[in-house]
């Protein structure tokens, strides 16, 4: 199977998703079988948007005329390039340029964007039918999340548009949302998103390791680990299943050997408090947490948010990085989210609480 895994599809529209070309006859068809490759996507939580040189508002009208308008995010439709659109829609949506795949039926706009991003898959309009049955196209698990997933990301449209509105310093923004943060241990019922994860995350990831579910699953029974699972939630939703931290415990230190943080909640600073707890509990137990980095070419942030949460460099070999903290010196909750953590490694031995700020 190809290990390439597409996260964003994006559209042309004419002769592509229709049959003729708008601009000279209104009453297009909707191509045969585009609706169910559309819906099928988006249940496997594949985002999807559009590339279209047309008239926005037309293009926008016949597309809910087809019932098919809301599968779409950041939808390009102008006079721009094509190259130019799939850059803007990969920067908004924030995911790396090889997991997206651009459909068109005009062999110059393929060509103009794969001279452009050359790392994005430029598919024919007659690969429609197969489409579904690529590996590329098939996410090993579709968890809730992944069902979920375009309507998240609509309602991060909305936060980031009222952000942009919002006068006044970002945290008073963030306490307008009833940010609440919940961190558990990993159940059965968890591990095919943590796999997921591990997969999606590059930016916000401490190592770029990739575990499989079986693998993940050995952790969550073994007494020397913790497997940690983060979502958020605010007023206008769930942002689901946010983050996963791994930890080796021993006596005397605890190593955090995967932390990872959906690239969606960037800018709402839970990799923090996920750090910030986790030391917390070290310094409960009495030990030193140490932390594993690699640094790749995508993940500088997650560095500077170890340094930031007083982490010093114990040793250096190359991109590898280890790292510890002595505990000494746990932050408090900021102000504009409050924290229920879980404890116990079953439904049985969990117990809640809750921090407010």
Excluded at 171 to 182: G, P, Q
Aim: with cysteine.
């Amino acid at each position: 199977m190809s290990e390439k895994k597409i996260k964003v599809l994006i559209w042309d529209l004419d002769n592509t998703v229709w049959d003729g070309v708008l601009l000279e006859d209104k009453s297009v068809t909707l191509r045969a079988g585009v609706a169910d490759v559309i819906k099928e996507l988006d249940r496997r939580g594949i985002l999807q948007s559009i590339a279209s040189k047309n008239a926005h508002d037309d293009a926008m009208e016949k597309l809910k005329e087809f019932g098919l308008d809301q599968y779409f995010i950041y939808p390009q439709i102008n006079w721009s390039s094509k190259a130019e659109s799939v850059g803007i829609i990969t920067q908004s949506i924030n995911v790396g340029i090889d997991t997206i795949a651009f459909i068109d039926d005009q062999p110059f706009e393929r060509e103009e964007v794969a001279f452009t991003h050359k790392e994005v898959l430029c598919l024919e309009e007659t690969e429609l039918d197969k489409l579904l049955d690529r590996d590329e196209f098939m996410p090993r698990f579709v968890t809730s999340d992944s069902k979920n997933r375009r309507a998240m990301y609509q309602s991060d449209i909305t936060r980031n548009k009222l952000e942009e509105d919002f006068t006044g310093p970002t945290e008073e923004f963030l306490a307008t949302l009833n940010l609440e943060m919940t961190i558990t241990p990993a159940t059965d019922d968890d591990l095919q998103r943590a796999e997921e994860l591990t997969q999606r995350t590059h930016q916000l990831n401490t190592t770029g390791y990739t575990y499989t579910y079986d693998e993940l699953r050995k952790f969550i029974e073994s007494d020397e680990h913790d497997l940690l699972i983060a979502s958020l939630n605010d007023k206008y939703g769930t942002y689901g299943k946010i983050g996963v931290c791994l930890i080796e415990r021993n006596q005397t230190y605890w190593n955090v050997k995967l932390l990872l943080m959906s690239c969606r909640v960037m800018s709402r600073g839970v990799g923090t408090i996920m750090i910030n707890h986790i030391i917390s509990e070290a310094s409960k137990a009495g030990v030193t947490l140490r932390a594993e980095f690699i640094q790749t070419d995508r993940n500088r942030m997650m560095f500077i948010t170890y340094r930031l949460g007083n982490f010093e460099i114990l040793k250096q070999e190359d991109n590898r990085y280890v790292l510890e903290n002595d505990c000494t010196n746990v932050a408090k909750l900021p102000p504009y989210i409050s924290l229920n953590v879980i404890k116990g490694k079953s439904k049985q031995e969990c117990e809640v609480e809750s921090e407010m700020a």
